[in-house]
């Protein structure tokens, strides 16, 4: 099917929403209420056997005034899905998106959408729920239609929509949208209902203004530490330097608690808390108390002797179970027949989130046994279920209040330990009155849940026209594993960018050693291909040059049949002037070199070339232009600004960013010890973004894994040196 036939499809849907209004929703609002559901896989963890959750009751309202309000089944955290939401709905309702207000639907039944499961993250909810938004705007398009035939008295076959109201061109009348909100509410959603033709698109695949920047930039947006709930006191903690060690005592506890605004001082697991009047002073307070730690019950203890340099040698060492991953034709006896073999191992380092938003929580019980949770967090039923049993009540009488995230990047998941909710519940429990938690900058790098130390071990084979085998080996533990007890071998997150790569190599072989991490891991932005794609793409360089090979025309050849991505290879050689083999000399007199790199991540495919000099001693990244397909559009500017700060974020993990543990603690508690990218070190960016029809793909991740191995790949073309461990800022450049 050709990308014309694709646009020119004109999808019906049965599974209609439902009319909430005709079962007493909202009565006496005036409001068209439609509900809808979303077609998600259940969590690994939550798919034997359990029940299917009870309806969504509340989704889309459009009210009398004309306006309307989403509640959206995603949270927002920068990445505009709330404007993407009112967008793609906007579109098939004929309502233009200013006029929606988009908020996050709450925790628990009635609104676990997904059946007791739902989760912001993997670059999937515009992708995920794109044809049922779409559907649940045509739906209550469709109603309105049939409102107004009635109204009119003719037949709604007749009658057409402009933005906010429906025409009846014979006879000249229009009728506004909120005039009929009342007699839609009434009618029976319809069976089936027809969506528009791409071609006929008035809002989506236009740079629309996103609808929250005016709050944002006013100061307005409220965030997890912006919450004030009446009567609240205010809580610091310190934790236990070292993960598994818990407080023995506190040697100058009376003193503390004597100490100015202070209510009370608590033990925690793992942690010891201040309740005061004041933030400030429960700071003060938690940080001049003299801790006497000792061995506590946490599921995953640091051990004290643990070091990420000595967990490298671990990985890299490692033997056990190859479990195969994928396969194609004979990559080990092809490598073993060979005269000439490339091996290789790569790594990258533990990397923190390092979000600007400090972790907060808030926690009432009120009287009636329910409990109040304000924080931020990316799976709000996940926490529900864990706020309830942090409090010891049934997870019906949790409201978990999902707030704005000030950073995402995968670290508003549920990990273990590494949330300041369940300390919130218990100083609330404690103190009998609602408690506000925050975690300092060195409290949330001590129990951050960083991206896993990632390591693979690589040989091939390279013949005149390209690799003729390759044998790969990935160790380590990926955090769907740890999160969701994947097993070896069918863990993405454990191999993505190593695995699932479209060059046609005839033989090649993937497979993962499974040897635990012992930190406490989470996902990072682009999860596993934020390193994977790394250690791939510059291996397959090293095979490139040990073949005589330019390796941009190299992954043409491997590319050859695969229309989409030799499309976006040659757009992006096309955006940097034509691609450029060896080092050369720039106006300004720098000796500048360029490397290549592609991605398949998420469902979208990434191209990118970087340009690097060596600027004393250090590597300087002058551009970076990136062509991205994620093959279906719904706000280019967003996608352009979902890709530039994506490359923002590989610039800087290649080039700076690690956390380093030792003796089972990491050795930084402040971006005073934990750099990132400055200012001065932003290259210039420049985007391309290709509709190229496909299946639609996520854009929050996707634009960041090509970006460090085309990095790495100009710096091996421009001083003759191969870097396969991250960052660069550990190697010397002269």
């Not at 040897?515 to 397959?540: C, K, N, Q, T």
Request: charged residues 20%; aromatic residues 8%; glycine residues 10%.
């Amino acid at each position: 099917m050709s990308i014309a036939q694709t646009f020119s499809r004109r999808p019906v849907f049965s599974r209609r929403p439902v009319n909430v209004s005709r079962r007493g929703f909202l009565a006496g609002s005036g409001a068209l209420v439609l509900s809808t559901s979303l077609p998600a896989r259940r969590a690994r963890a939550q798919a034997a056997g359990a029940p299917a959750g009870p309806d969504v009751t509340a989704f889309l309202e459009l009210h009398p005034d004309g306006t309307a309000r989403l509640q959206s089944p995603f949270i927002e955290g920068g990445q505009g899905i709330f404007s993407a939401m009112a967008q793609i709905v906007g579109e098939e309702l004929d309502l233009d998106p200013a006029l929606f207000t988009v908020e996050a639907a709450p925790a628990g039944a009635p609104y676990d959408i997904m059946g007791g499961f739902r989760i912001t993250g993997g670059s999937s909810s515009v992708r995920s729920s794109y044809m049922q938004m779409r559907q649940l705007g045509a739906s209550a398009r469709a109603m309105l239609l049939d409102a107004a035939a009635a109204r009119l008295g003719v037949d709604a076959a007749e009658l057409t929509t402009e933005p906010g109201r429906v025409i009846h061109a014979a006879s000249g009348r229009t009728l506004p949208y909120g005039d009929l909100a009342t007699a839609a509410m009434d009618l029976t959603v319809p069976a089936e209902v027809a969506l528009k033709n791409p071609e006929e698109f008035r809002w989506i695949r236009q740079p629309l203004p996103r609808l929250d920047v005016r709050d944002k930039s006013t100061g307005k947006a409220k965030y997890g530490i912006d919450v004030h709930v009446d009567g609240m006191l205010l809580a610091a903690v310190q934790h236990a330097p070292r993960l598994g060690l818990t407080p023995v005592s506190i040697t100058n506890r009376a003193d503390v608690e004597a100490m100015r605004g202070v209510h009370s001082v608590h033990m925690l697991d793992g942690a010891v808390a201040v309740v005061a009047d004041r933030f400030w002073q429960a700071r003060r307070a938690v940080e001049a108390a003299q801790v006497q730690w000792g061995p506590g019950d946490a599921q995953w203890p640091m051990p004290e002797e643990f070091s990420s340099a000595a967990f490298r040698e671990t990985l890299a060492t490692a033997e056990g179970d190859l479990v195969q991953v994928e396969a194609e034709g004979d990559a080990g006896g092809t490598i073993d027949a060979a005269e000439t073999v490339v091996e290789a191992i790569y790594d990258a380092p533990f990397l923190v989130h390092g979000q600007l938003e400090p972790p907060t929580a808030v926690a009432r019980f009120n009287d009636d046994g329910t409990l109040d949770v304000w924080t931020s967090c990316q799976a709000p039923e996940m926490y529900q279920g864990a706020a309830a049993a942090a409090a010891g009540v049934d997870p019906a009488n949790v409201r978990i209040h999902s707030q704005m995230l000030g950073g995402f990047f995968g670290r508003h998941f549920l990990y273990a330990t590494a949330n300041p909710f369940p300390q919130a519940i218990a100083l609330a429990k404690a103190v009998g009155a609602p408690v506000k938690l925050t975690w300092t900058r060195e409290e949330e790098f001590l129990r951050d849940a960083p991206r896993p130390l990632g390591l693979a071990r690589f040989r091939g084979t390279v013949g005149p026209d390209g690799p003729t085998a390759l044998f790969a080996e990935v160790v380590g533990e990926g955090p769907t594993a740890r999160w969701f007890q994947a097993p070896t071998g069918q863990d993405p997150s454990a191999t993505e960018g190593i695995s699932g790569k479209s060059y046609g190599i005839p033989n090649r072989y993937v497979g993962q050693i499974h040897v635990p991490d012992p930190a406490v891991i989470g996902y990072w932005r682009s999860v596993g291909h934020s390193m994977h794609d790394f250690m791939y793409e510059g291996f397959l360089d090293e095979l490139a040059a040990a073949g005589g090979l330019d390796p941009f025309a190299m992954r043409m050849t491997l590319l050859a049949g695969n229309d989409r991505l030799g499309t976006l290879l040659q757009k992006v050689g096309e955006m940097s002037g034509g691609w450029q083999p060896g080092p050369y000399d720039a106006p300004d007199g720098s000796r500048r070199a360029r490397g290549v790199a592609m991605a398949s991540p998420f469902g979208s495919e990434a191209a990118a070339i970087a340009e690097v000099s060596i600027d004393g001693g250090e590597v300087r990244v002058h551009n970076l232009w990136t062509a991205l397909d994620p093959g279906q559009i719904v706000n280019p500017a967003t996608i352009e600004a979902q890709v530039q700060s994506a490359v923002a974020l590989g610039v800087s993990e290649t080039l700076v960013e690690e956390l380093i543990y030792e003796n089972g603690q990491p050795t930084a508690r402040n971006f005073d010890m934990y750099s990132i990218l400055r200012p001065d070190q932003m290259p210039a960016v420049h985007v391309e973004i290709i509709e190229s029809g496909a299946q639609m793909g996520g854009v929050g991740e996707p634009g960041l894994p090509a970006v460090p191995p085309a990095i790495v790949n100009a710096v091996a073309t421009l001083t003759g040196q191969r870097i396969r461990s991250l960052p660069l800022s550990r190697h010397d450049f002269g």
